[in-house]
């Protein structure tokens, strides 16, 4: 097969990766993995460990005890023989602390999303889908083959009127309860109500809320007092504050049920391995133990966000603004090269002329390690002409 450029030339098979990557390098959408070494010594505000646990001894060793008892791997999908009795003991101990009737673990965040709506919409019905949701429910939307409408984020209205204007079999309103990019809440109760009064579902992603925000650090959902309530699933992730790997689905017992029958990414993908499973029960414990990580995180996000004239953070992501990729990817250079590591996004991830630094913090942070990392990430953004 041959495909054209956009000068006529023909090229064969992936001839045209070439020039792709010339086009993403000349855009400044150029990406690299960088290895992290056991011992590196860069002082950490990219990663989503919330609340400090990764490198938790009680979790570490929870991790380590699983792999001796059950092994290196689940060996098999989750329906066949990959579902240990750590798995269950997980599920039981994630259903109690979102106040659920059940939770069905999958291998990430990621494949819960796409599972859990491609499980619950199909062809003929109709999926209302926020502008800010994370990549993960936009493709579950996408795999639905559902009619799928994009409103602008956090616009319940919209979402009252595209329920309104576009009956259908079954309807999903699906939406992050905080935004991935900025941390910002969305409006979880107002969007609950739209979608009660339509006879809709509401999916809400509270990937960057568990261990964030909500009563002990349970999300945004339970924090407005709509744990556990009808027609809402909530779908979170065991990679971020829980410090291990994995995702999970909550809601009702029949929910569980269906999508162990109907999720695909549960159905056909290998069950998680049993050193997460582990790890996760260990962080999840240690949150139930010790709530006041939940404050200290968003304590450290509001310290960083005052000493870089950010506005006041609402969960633990402080997002700073350059607008040219290439700028941006340079000031993370320049942080780096100053022992602070952060993040970088630009296009796709967020729209054209925002690319930023995104700064996440961690509930194990000193105030000497928050004030060095405003110090030398306020050199950076100045270095590249942006403060």
């Known amino acids: 097969?041959?495909?054209?450029?956009?000068?006529?030339?023909?090229?064969r098979g992936l001839g045209w990766l070439a020039a792709d990557a010339a086009d993403r390098?000349?855009?400044?959408?150029?990406?690299?993995?960088?290895?992290?070494?056991?011992?590196?010594?860069?002082?950490?505000?990219?990663?989503?460990?919330?609340?400090g646990l990764s490198t938790h001894p009680d979790v570490v060793a929870a991790a380590g005890a699983a792999a001796s008892s059950f092994g290196g791997g689940a060996g098999a999908s989750r329906l066949v023989s990959g579902t240990t009795a750590?798995?269950?003991?997980?599920?039981a101990e994630l259903a109690d602390f979102f106040g659920t009737e059940a939770a069905l673990v999958f291998s990430s965040g990621y494949?819960?999303?796409?599972g859990v709506i491609a499980a619950l919409a199909g062809r003929g019905d109709l999926i209302v889908s926020d502008a800010g949701s994370h990549a993960s429910l936009i493709d579950g939307c996408r795999l639905s083959r559902a009619n799928v409408l994009v409103v602008d984020r956090g616009d319940v209205q919209a979402v009252r009127d595209a329920l309104a204007s576009h009956p259908?079999?079954?309807?999903?309103?699906?939406?992050?309860?905080?935004y991935s990019v900025d941390g910002a809440v969305a409006p979880i109760a107002e969007l609950y109500g739209a979608a009660q009064d339509f006879g809709a579902t509401l999916?809400?992603?509270?990937?960057?809320?568990?261990?964030?925000?909500?009563?002990?650090?349970?999300?945004?959902?339970?924090e407005q007092g709509l744990a556990g309530a009808p027609d809402l699933v909530v779908t979170t992730v065991l990679s971020k504050s829980m410090g291990a790997q994995g995702g999970a689905a909550l809601g009702?017992?029949?929910?569980?049920?269906?999508?162990?029958?109907?999720?695909?990414?549960?159905?056909?993908?290998?069950?998680?391995?049993?050193?997460?499973?582990?790890?996760?029960?260990?962080?999840?414990?240690?949150?139930r133990a010790e709530p006041a990580r939940v404050d200290q995180t968003r304590k450290a996000a509001c310290s960083i966000a005052r000493l870089l004239g950010a506005p006041e953070p609402e969960a633990a992501v402080v997002s700073l603004i350059v607008g040219d990729p290439d700028r941006a990817v340079r000031a993370a250079q320049l942080c780096r090269e100053r022992g602070v590591l952060v993040g970088c996004f630009r296009p796709p991830s967020v729209p054209v002329g925002t690319s930023r630094l995104r700064l996440t913090v961690r509930a194990d942070l000193t105030d000497d390690e928050i004030t060095t990392a405003a110090t030398h990430i306020a050199a950076a953004l100045r270095e590249v002409g942006v403060r």
Do not use: C, K, W
């Not at 259908?168 to 905080?178: F, H």
């Not at 269906?258 to 499973?277: C, E, K, N, Q």
């Open 203 to 222: 999916i809400v992603d509270e990937a960057h809320a568990l261990g964030v925000r909500g009563p002990g650090g349970r999300g945004v959902v339970a």
């Open 86 to 91: 750590l798995h269950a003991e997980l599920e």
């Open 25 to 51: 390098s000349a855009a400044g959408l150029h990406r690299e993995l960088r290895a992290r070494t056991a011992d590196d010594q860069l002082l950490n505000l990219a990663s989503n460990d919330y609340l």
């Open 1 to 11: 097969m041959t495909s054209t450029t956009a000068t006529g030339v023909q090229q």
């Open 168 to 178: 259908a079999r079954r309807a999903l309103v699906v939406t992050d309860s905080i």
């Open 111 to 114: 494949l819960a999303n796409v």
């Open 252 to 287: 009702p017992a029949l929910l569980r049920d269906h999508l162990i029958d109907r999720a695909r990414t549960f159905i056909f993908d290998t069950g998680l391995a049993p050193a997460s499973v582990g790890a996760a029960r260990a962080a999840l414990r240690i949150l």
